[in-house]
T-cell receptor, first 114, second 115 residues
Framework: AQSVAQPEDQVNVAEGNPLTVKCTYSVSGNPYLFWYVQYPNRGLQFLLKYITGDNLVKGSYGFEAEFNKSQTSFHLKKPSALVSDSALYFCAVRDRNSGYALNFGKGTSLLVTP | DAGVIQSPRHEVTEMGQEVTLRCKPISGHDYLFWYRQTMMRGLELLIYFNNNVPIDDSGMPEDRFSAKMPNASFSTLKIQPSEPRDSAVYFC?????????????FGEGSRLTVL
């Protein structure tokens, strides 16, 4: 079985400060990992993905994520948060050996204050 | 490209009524997914199709739910009869199966309220 855990329901950060949204995963094989963002009353938007290669993945809107195999983590980061980054963030995993659907975490609400 | 298009955006109905949600995937995508989002359970995969064929429907809650994909550009999710616990946002997503590395592209969702 494949799963992801997002241990924080909410993350608060001041504008201009670095932000981290945590994600850990569990799969039987090697994972494909994804981050999505959801703004109120909207669908999920793709931010970035890790497939293979460099453990540091860069994505949209200045976000990046670091794949850490030993810690089974894929934390989302941004060096300097913007108020407009406030949204719901989802980590997702796909096991390379078991199908095409993504299994999503419960989401982390990010609030960036001015 | 217009993206994944879902209709209706909002549906309010009474318990026992039939509900049909519609989805047009991105042209050329060969995978289509139906997810349900609730506060309590987060995002749940209901069913997904590859080349119009259902591949995994293990997430469909019960026989009241059915999904079809009659062609590459259209899919429906039907609930009959609807119940208040079906109230949720239903998302359709499509993907290009690039050796299963492809990301999903989501529609804006259909918010269903069953009274």
């Amino acid at each position: 079985a494949q799963s992801v855990a997002q241990p924080e329901d909410q993350v608060n950060v001041a504008e201009g400060n670095p932000l981290t949204v945590k994600c850990t995963y569990s799969v039987s094989g090697n994972p494909y990992l994804f981050w999505y963002v959801q703004y109120p009353n909207r669908g999920l938007q793709f931010l970035l993905k890790y497939i293979t290669g460099d453990n540091l993945v860069k994505g949209s809107y200045g976000f990046e994520a670091e794949f850490n195999k030993s810690q089974t983590s894929f934390h989302l980061k941004k060096p300097s948060a913007l108020v407009s980054d406030s949204a719901l963030y989802f980590c997702a995993v796909r096991d390379r050996n078991s199908g095409y659907a993504l299994n999503f975490g419960k989401g982390t609400s990010l609030l960036v204050t001015p | 490209d217009a993206g994944v298009i879902q209709s209706p955006r909002h549906e309010v109905t009474e318990m026992g009524q039939e509900v049909t949600l519609r989805c047009k995937p991105i042209s050329g995508h060969d995978y289509l997914f139906w997810y349900r989002q609730t506060m309590m359970r987060g995002l749940e995969l209901l069913i997904y199709f590859n080349n119009n064929v259902p591949i995994d429907d293990s997430g469909m809650p019960e026989d009241r739910f059915s999904a079809k994909m009659p062609n590459a550009s259209f899919s429906t999710l039907k609930i009959q009869p609807s119940e208040p616990r079906d109230s949720a946002v239903y998302f359709c997503a499509s993907s290009l199966g690039l050796g299963n590395t492809g990301e999903l592209f989501f529609g804006e969702g259909s918010r269903l309220t069953v009274l």
